[in-house]
């Protein structure tokens, strides 16, 4: 199968790409060359309509990683986010209808749930964000899941939770807590909670993610359905905080600073759909990821 990786050279789809290298056929679309062994890259933007005709060009399939990932940013530059996230996506599937893609994997986002009113969150909590980053990626699920009715595109929506690994800049203002945690871990300095750490989250390593997505190329019958993609156990911040000290052997406590202004509480997936229906589990745990990130 030829197969189509938005976002080749980010986090989770240099993993996708990796994964998949030696079963199917890639090309990698990106703004900047991935680098990726087997990988055919294209230097092209999810944004501008002739880059994604070119893209998809005799495509079997797509894998719609790129987006903007940044809940800050997003806040900061609504119509940027926008432009990626939603007419980015639009691009790609009107482009898809009249290829008449086999299938269409839109990596959307558990931020689409906004704070969850029960735990473990299902596939039909209400979707309800509570950022502009949470808002296009509804929106782009929505599209998504709109074309299978009124263009027959063959979609799968994956929601993953919170996902991590090496591969996240640590450079970035907006990393996630793993990697902060550890960058500080690995200079020798207590990592910084904000809040008192009771908060709870679902961590998933990004080659898992791009496991469970192989898994949705393969499987039929599951047109216009919509997964959970985590580890379904939750983790306390301040126990993430811990296991990451102890991991790198540093004699510290964590520090505690103000709660940041709208955190959601408590997250974690109800991964039963996924594991009925999938197959799924995880193969990398939370503390042989948090090794290899401090490695």
């Known amino acids: 199968m030829k197969l189509l990786v938005t ?8 993993y996708v790409c990796e994964l998949l290298a030696d079963r199917h056929e890639i090309i990698g679309m990106d703004i900047k060359p991935a680098v990726v062994p087997g990988l055919k890259p294209l230097v092209g933007d999810i944004r501008r309509p002739g880059d994604v005709r070119e893209a998809l060009s005799d495509v079997d399939a797509v894998v719609h990683c790129a987006a903007q990932v940044s809940v800050e940013r997003s806040l900061e530059d609504p119509v940027s986010d926008a432009e990626t996230n939603v007419i980015g996506t639009i691009n790609l599937l009107q482009e898809c209808a009249a290829r008449k893609v086999r299938r269409f994997v839109y990596v959307s986002s ?4 906004g704070d969850p009113k029960y735990i473990p969150v299902g596939e039909a909590h209400p979707t309800e964000p509570m950022s502009n980053y949470g808002a296009s990626k ?27 690994s090496p591969r996240a800049d640590p450079e970035s203002p907006y990393s996630g807590v793993i990697t902060k945690f550890t960058r500080r871990v690995k200079a020798g300095e207590a990592p910084i909670i904000e809040g008192d750490g009771l908060q709870t989250r679902d961590f998933i390593h990004a080659r898992d993610v791009a496991s469970f997505i192989g898994l949705l190329l393969e499987k039929d019958d599951i047109s216009g359905e919509v997964f959970n993609c985590g580890s379904g156990v939750a983790t306390s911040i301040l126990d993430l905080a811990r296991l990451v000290i102890s991991a790198g ?33 995880t193969k990398v745990s939370l503390r042989d990821g948090i090794a290899e990130m401090l490695g």
Do not use: C, W
Request: hydrophobic share 45%.
């Open 249 to 281: 052997s540093l004699d510290v406590e964590p520090e505690l600073t103000a709660p940041r202004k709208g955190d959601i509480r408590h997250s974690v997936a109800d991964m039963s759909k996924a594991k009925a229906l999938l197959g799924f589990s």
């Open 7 to 14: 976002g080749s050279s980010g986090q989770l789809g240099s």
């Open 138 to 164: 509804l929106a782009g699920e929505r599209f998504a899941l709109a074309y299978t009715k009124s263009h027959g595109v063959d979609v799968v929506v994956v929601r993953p939770f919170n996902f991590y």
């Open 110 to 113: 558990a931020a689409v749930l």
